[in-house]
Every structure is written in C-alpha cells, then in structure tokens.
C-alpha cells in the first residue's frame, strides 16, 4: 500500500514553513503572476526560490500553481515568468491550459506538470490522454462520486492522482464560475474571485420593487449558492486504501493556525491508518481538532452519495471553537518568549498551546511586554511582543497559542 502524500496550501512563506512543520510533504504556491488566488499574498520571485531552496533541504516538496486561464496577452508574460521556474526548479507546475502546457514544455521542459482540478478531470479517457501529453498528475474534480474515482485508478494505474480532501467548495463546476467577473468585474478564473456565491440572496417580482421575498423559509434572505466545506477526515482510510497519491487541502488565503492544524491531522490521521490499516478506527479527537480552526460547515462532499446536503442557506460566516492569538517564535531565559500575536491577549489569560508534534497542555500569561519591556496593555496593533508564560514545559519554536471561544 503506498503511502499518499499530504499536501498544504501555502499563501505566503510563513504559511509554507508551519505546513512542513506540522506534517506536510509538500506544499503548493504560487508566485505574484498566473495563480487563482491573487490575494492570497503569495510568493515574490525572490521568496519561491528561498521556499524551493529551503524544501528540498527539508526532504519536502513545493509544487507552483500556474492554473489561471490565460490570454494571448498573458503568453509572453507567462514564458519569461516559466524562465524563472525553469532556473528555480519547483518540484512541479500546477496547470489548467493546454497553451500554458505548450509554453511549459518549451520554457522549462524539465519541470514536471500537474493537471489541475480547473480542467474538469471526470474520466480515465481523458487521465491517459493527460499523461500521453507527459502530465505526471492529475488532479480530480470535486464533483467525482467515490465509484468514478475508483474507476479511474483502475483504468490509469501508473498516473499520479491528487484528490481535494479539505477546505471550501466552489458551487460551480471545478471552480469554473462566472458569478464574481459578471456581479463585480472580478474574473475568478483568472484569480480575482469575490466569492459571489457567499453572499445573501433574495427574490424581487419585478413589479413590486423594495418586496423582497426568500427563496427558501429565512425572510432574512438565504445563501442559496454557498456550500459547506469539505471535511473528509472521517473517512480518509477509503481513498488510501483507494491508492490515492496525494491528498489536498484547500486554503490558501487561510491563517498559519490552519495549515498547521490541518497538515497536522491528516498527517497524523494517515500515519495511524498505515501503521495498522486492520485495527484502524477513526480518532474523533481529530475531528474535534478541526473544529477548533477557521471553517464553514462541514460535509464529505459529493464523493458519498448518501450526503445530499451541501449547502448551507443561513449563513456563510467563519465559526472556530478556538480564537488563534499567535504562535512562539524564539524562547528567551526561562518562561520569558518572544510571541508574534495574532489577537489580543491579556495578562492572567489561559492559552492552549499546540506543539508542532502535537502536544496540547495549557499554559498561562503572566505577563505582555513591549520591545522596551514596558507592559502591553493595549496590544491591538498586532506584532512581535514578550511574553511571560507559566507552562508544565518550555515552548519550543512555532509552538501556536490559541484560547477557547466563549459558549464553543
């Protein structure tokens, strides 16, 4: 049985290092050019070549999305930029076009190729004629019943397959939505999506102007288009069992709380099921991890057919059962640490620390200084501050802290 690869988004460099810190294999970014999301952060030429660098010293991968749509007037724009790629060496370019294929190919023929979710792959025919064209991977859609995917493997059984098995959902087919570029002038397939498909909607009869009626029972409107998000821990030991190469988490745009938290899960979650695939059973403590992180609903998706609700018609809001406040970037002289804050803590304030080998106790703010070690007392211009925490043991580096939601 092979052991699939657990693959993070990462928006930004810091995003990249507590993915691999927590249990990622590889990652995948994108630089400021060619990527679908264009407000992700994402990597400077600079910066790609520093995380490329610092991967393959790390044994881990980092794959660059180039998945974006483009143009004629994108072609010699995407042949200087896959120059670049070509000298940085990426462990592969994600992509969704044929032209950019062809520009790969010429520009960096060295560089392997995935076929990303963006090209609507649905059957075995069109894996093969992907891999006749030299892909090495193909990235499935989210739309595929767990009965299609098997064919698939067995149809195909020396391609690469990448399946998505965590994070938001795109109402439309393989993400190819014209809602954004036709309500906003956003075009979200060439990384400028607004997210149409989260906001509130209701019907007005064309006659009766200001009477606006919902479309299902909720007169506050409905979120007919937002989906729940995918959430396939639980069930994970299927698609390995499957032969599934690499399983994806959705969430670039997301907080290093989150590509921590989920790179440590399925990790932890895979690592379990392959030490003793006949005794496994799923862990509910993990699921209970992910709750605690930045998230809508969760579903399983449309890979099992008996779960026909995707949608969420109240809300499309956030919810965690923990508030992220930051994470450990240096220890100083005994319970004394240098803490990038992400939210506002208090002195006397409980936190719950995450180890990045996941270990969680609790440890206590005794104190919050300023770079002149005066007491931070209104600490909402978020930064790098001391901290003074009592803890049953010394915080190692990248170590998160985070505090329980009132009521979660």
Request: glycine share 6%.
């Amino acid at each position: 049985m092979k052991k699939p690869e657990i693959l993070s988004p990462a928006g930004s460099p810091e995003k990249a290092r507590f993915a691999f810190a927590y249990g990622a294999d590889a990652v995948y970014a994108a630089g400021e050019n060619f990527g679908l999301r264009s407000s992700a952060g994402n990597f400077t030429n600079n910066e790609l070549e520093k995380a490329v660098s610092e991967a393959k010293t790390l044994g881990k991968k980092i794959y660059v999305a180039a998945n974006v749509f483009p143009y004629n007037s994108d072609i010699e724009p995407m042949k200087a930029y896959f120059d670049l790629l070509a000298r940085i060496k990426p462990d592969a370019v994600i992509l969704s076009d044929l032209g950019a294929m062809s520009v790969l190919k010429e520009r960096a023929p060295r560089i392997p190729f995935h076929v990303s979710v963006q090209a609507n792959n649905l059957n075995y025919r069109e894996v093969l004629e992907w891999g006749r064209l030299g892909a090495k991977r193909i990235i499935l859609a989210r739309e595929l019943p767990f009965e299609e995917i098997k064919k698939i493997r067995k149809e195909a059984p020396d391609m690469e397959l990448e399946i998505f098995v965590h994070g938001s959902i795109c109402m439309s087919f393989s993400g190819r939505c014209l809602l954004s570029n036709y309500m906003t002038g956003r075009d979200s397939n060439r990384g400028k999506c607004a997210q149409s498909c989260r906001w509130s909607y209701r019907l007005e009869e064309e006659k009766r102007p200001g009477e606006y009626m919902p479309v299902v029972e909720d007169n506050r409107g409905t979120y007919i288009f937002n989906s729940k998000d995918l959430c396939c821990a639980p069930v994970l030991e299927r698609f390995i069992e499957l032969g599934i190469d690499s399983f994806k988490i959705e969430g670039r745009m997301k907080s290093t709380h989150y590509a921590a938290v989920t790179a440590g899960v399925y990790s932890r979650i895979r690592d379990e099921y392959m030490k003793d695939p006949a005794g496994y059973r799923f862990n509910p403590v993990w699921y209970e991890e992910l709750l605690k992180i930045s998230h809508r609903e969760y579903t399983n998706g449309l890979y099992f057919q008996g779960e026909r609700i995707n949608q969420d018609y109240t809300s499309s809001d956030y919810r965690a059962s923990y508030k992220y406040c930051g994470y450990v970037k240096a220890h100083g002289d005994k319970n004394i640490y240098s803490v990038q804050l992400k939210a506002t803590l208090k002195t006397g304030e409980y936190v719950e620390v995450l180890t990045s080998d996941y270990r969680i106790f609790e440890a206590k703010v005794t104190a919050v200084l300023n770079a002149d070690n005066t007491e931070a007392t209104h600490n909402k211009q978020f930064g790098t501050y001391t901290l003074k925490l009592d803890a049953p043991e010394v915080l190692p580096e990248l170590s998160i802290l985070r505090v329980k939601q009132q009521g979660k």
